[in-house]
């Protein structure tokens, strides 16, 4: 038991690794938040006259809404004129057009992170979008994708090159008047990935995109939207961690999947900013939105979250499946420690007929860490033959953490076939002896039996993120718990 | 939002109107007042409150609802339902008024005292005073604070220390025709000391025709190893509302048994709250609801395990037919500190209407980490295959329904420790199963 109590305050106590601040000029309006700043933006980034009314119309709606109190998570009240809408890195020239022309501090904070572009390139074969701060510096492997017609870049760029597909889908899925951070996020969204694969084309490469808050008092408003058109198919990858900050950043992202017929998405995430500290100063909000449209028939859209940063989450991915025999999944892994919350699960509304979908959803508390997982299962009166199955597991490490389900069931249709679980334990110290018999140090021991734990959750993660998700997991609780 | 508004100034005007007719004794008076405030502070509960964001309460809400005047005349049907159980003592409340005739009170047991409140007057025992309103949510529960404002009458129990009494204790709250857009607040309470040990039954009972709102509160108070099994059946008539809740407070090693069978009235819903405030502490509830044609039936529970060792049980089974909706919606509350507990938590629906509506929230908030918790929650429809199965043995589709419905509801009434109760309940769904007058036979 000693020991367990030992590496627990090792993991209490471990510093936020990945936490140093890259020193570049920034380009960043001063903080505030009003319909000059909206219409700043807009024209910083050349956008046309539409794209600015939805941005206005987004902002008077967004103020017309009560900020949301029903999560169980606790902050203070946020300042939203505090913060600073706007910031992109000055570069030399307009656009880098290769790896190359890429700021050198730039590419030295993704270095020091482990995500290296140009091995990442070579050796996993990822094309990378990444964002720093608000606009996108970097693409690449563009010319393999564009001969396959699947377009990949980055929002603002598609909102120039491709107005008619941006126009057409973005706010579909989450309308601005969806929630307040997404009324917010459409107001002043910067930038993000746009991603549009063709009728029949399976995407060659796994997608990825690396987002990183940087500038102080910078909110982060992402906007991402993936087309899968009939019979194709993406794996899109996100993974983000933020260097050490005293103040707390919001991170207010909308994320919206569009599937039509037969089409398949698969989003993955591994999400590690900067928490705070041991008292829980500082560290990011991460209030975001992700919602999926199983748009056609057969379609299918799948949610995987790694989730070991941010002071407070509060994300729900969730799938609409309005296609018959549509099918939604959600895994995710959520750990908190230190005076981390989260509130995050999954929303399936079944609408169509024979609309199967399936939640896993494993939660590790330590130190004075909250996690509630809250889901909602919804089967529409003509959702025919509608499957649910919902597993929540929860684990304990320390008696001040806390761990919460409230899953919500609506059903309206007697064909629907729906199942709820949940468990919550602390690791048995029977399995912790049964180990250390076999000659297994406890240390090791916990760190197999939450490996064993997260299994089902990881094996769905793409292979590169499978790795990066187990490292995760081993730093985050390391030499405590596994 | 203003309709409401209004409801709930009419209802601080019955409270002027009412208390100036009565000479209640200063603590009840002072009760009442709490009661008036607390509501008013409340309000009615709009739907933007999470605990009543499923509860559509537009019909209590559209009528004004003023407490009974007095006891109505009731047909035979209802006088009936009275004598069901059996050898008792009973307490029998016709529209919130004692009725003495119908009651039995006759031969209680050492240790045991049961009389209705207001043959107390001012002499109430400081420790029933203690409990009225001692521990229940006045504060948070807007009908708890209607029902403590308005209740005019309440069945008082008290059981002393080590006693057992061996017969149940039953009260009978009867809505009569002549409720009609009549309020009715019974109250229960409960005390049973130190190692004593109790049953009652609470019987709701109403005829089809009055549109009724019934808002009851019962109180139980288990002290340090006290046993209660308490028995609730509520089976109103079709027209009516049922805004209740249930309290209680389990001490020490005490163990509370809550059973609930909920078939009556159009809208239904009843408030269950258990609070394991001392080490040891075993509550177990369990919860039949058979909902038809266009019923709405609701149950909410709150099980906080405050104290360690506790031990909690819940299992609630609906049957929905027609265009019914039931919502469940369960919270285990682990407090912090409060280790070694072992919480379970279990909803299973059947839902044989097409259009029936099941809304399944069972909720789980540990704050503490040597625990079992789990809860689980299903919602589905018979087995096709089954029903195929004793098609072919040549039993006829309605009647193969009810055969396995009732198999899915009666391990509901298995908990049941009364004969006499399991029977008339196993009745009450026998009636309710498809092909009723067939699988009746049959089982």
Redesign the interface.
Known sequence: MSATTKTLEELTNRKYEAGFITDIEQDTVPPGLDEDIIRFISEKKAEPEWMLEWRLKAYRNWLQMPVPEWANVYYPPIDFQAISYYSAPKRKEDMPQSLDEIDPKLKETYDRLGIPLHEQEMLAGVAVDAVFDSVSVATSYKAKLKEKGIIFCSMSEAIREHPELVRKYLGSVVPYTDNYYAGLNSAVFTDGSFVFIPKGVRCPMELSTYFRINAANTGQFERTLIIAEEGSHVSYLEGCTAPVRDENQLHAAVVELIALDDAQIKYSTVQNWYPGDEEGRGGVYNFVTKRGLCAGNNSKISWTQVETGSAITWKYPSCVLRGDNSVGEFYSVAVTRGRQQADTGTKMIHMGKNTRSTIVSKGISAGYGQQSYRGLVRVTPKAENARNYSQCDSMLMSSTCGAHTFPYIDIQNSTAQLEHEATTSKIGEEQILYCNQRGIATEDAVSLIVNGFCKEVFRTLPMEFAVEAQKLMEITLEGSVG | MEAIAEQKSVYLQDYEAHSAHQDAPEWLARLRQHGIECFEAQGFPGRKV?AWRKTDLTPVLREHFVPASGPGQMGPELLEKVGVLGQVHRLVFVDGWFDPGLSDVDKLPNGLTLAPLSEYGERLPAVIQEALGGFVDTETHPFTALNTAFFRDGAIMHVARGATVEQPVVVVHLLTPEADRRAVYPRTVLVAEEASQVTLIEQFVGADEPFALNCPVTEIVARQGANVDYYKVQEEGAGSAHLGAVHAETFRDATVHIHSLACGAKLARTDIYANLIGPGADVTLNGLYLTTGRQYCDHHTWVNHKAEHGTSRQVFKGV?QGRSETVFDGLVKVF??A?KIDAQQQNR?L???????????????????????????????LDDEALFYLNTRGIGLDEAQGLLTFAFAAEMLKPIRLDRLYQYERQLLLQRLPGAELTGEVL
Do not use: F, M, W, Y
């Not at chain 2, 097409?354 to 919602?379: F, M, Q, W, Y």
């Open positions: 999470e929905l912090e500190r280790q629906n839902l044989l209407g097409k259009l029936a509506l099941a809304h399944s929230n069972p909720r789980l908030e540990i704050h503490a980490d040597d625990v079992k918790c789990s809860h689980g929650s299903t919602v589905g429809k």
